[in-house]
T-cell receptor, first 110, second 113 residues
Framework: GEDVEQSLFLSVREGDSSVINCTYT??????LYWYKQEPGAGLQLLTY?????DMKQDQRLTVLLNKKDKHLSLRIADTQTGDSAIYFC??????????FGQGTELSVKP | NAGVTQTPKFRILKIGQSMTLQCTQD?????MYWYRQDPGMGLKLIYY???????DKGEVPNGYNVSRSTTEDFPLRLELAAPSQTSVYFC????????????FGDGTRLSIL
């Protein structure tokens, strides 16, 4: 079945760039999403990319999509302590259902 | 603008008890979803609904039931609570299944002891 994989942890220093990676298996993906989850909260949509795009930039966020390798990444420029959270990659699969990765816990050290 | 509202926020149940997790949205979204999130895991889809009167199973439906009598409400019922159902439950909604992102509630943290 469809699957989405992420590394579990990433630690960076404040001011550095963070790159969170994701791979997926569904060839029919139309949209791929990045969600942010802060402790004790629900999921907040950060950004998304349509499958016919290679890149999307939104302020400090850059999404790169390599459709051939089924690889998605989220780059956060000038990472701040407020960016510490769990980041989920999600693939909109067949029937519109979202398939989530396990989440990457980003820790930003001052 | 309330968005997706889940109640309760926390609950502790004894094994074998039943309860209903409430979810309501005020955005007139047709599609609604229930997920569970276990520690270190992503979200697993329990049930979803594409409109009032229509529900369908997701990836992990066993032990749960849902109903969708109105567009706004999508309650999730646990009939015989088991320790394996200890989790955080998220409800989400979206206008359609094409390109609109899902809006999430803040979650219900459920412990079965």
């Amino acid at each position: 079945g469809e699957d989405v994989e992420q590394s579990l942890f990433l630690s960076v220093r404040e001011g550095d760039s963070s790159v969170i990676n994701c791979t997926y298996t569904d060839s029919s993906s139309t949209y791929l999403y990045w969600y942010k989850q802060e402790p004790g909260a629900g999921l907040q949509l950060l950004t998304y990319i349509f499958s016919n795009m290679d890149m999307k930039q939104d302020q400090r966020l850059t999404v790169l999509l390599n459709k051939k390798d089924k690889h998605l990444s989220l780059r956060i420029a000038d990472t701040q302590t407020g960016d510490s959270a769990i980041y989920f990659c999600a693939d909109r699969g067949q029937g519109g259902k979202l398939i989530f990765g396990q989440g990457t816990e980003l820790s930003v050290k001052p | 603008n309330a968005g997706v509202t889940q109640t309760p926020k926390f609950r502790i149940l004894k094994i074998g008890q039943s309860m209903t997790l409430q979810c309501t949205q005020d955005m007139n979204h047709n599609y609604m979803y229930w997920y569970r999130q276990d520690p270190g895991m992503g979200l697993k889809l329990i049930y979803y609904s594409v409109g009032a009167g229509i529900t369908d199973k997701g990836e992990v439906p066993n032990g749960y039931n849902v109903s969708r009598s109105t567009t706004e409400d999508f309650p999730l019922r646990l009939e015989l609570a088991a320790p394996s159902q200890t989790s955080v439950y998220f409800c989400a909604s979206t206008p359609d299944h094409l390109n609109q992102p899902q809006h999430f509630g803040d979650g219900t943290r459920l412990s079965i002891l």
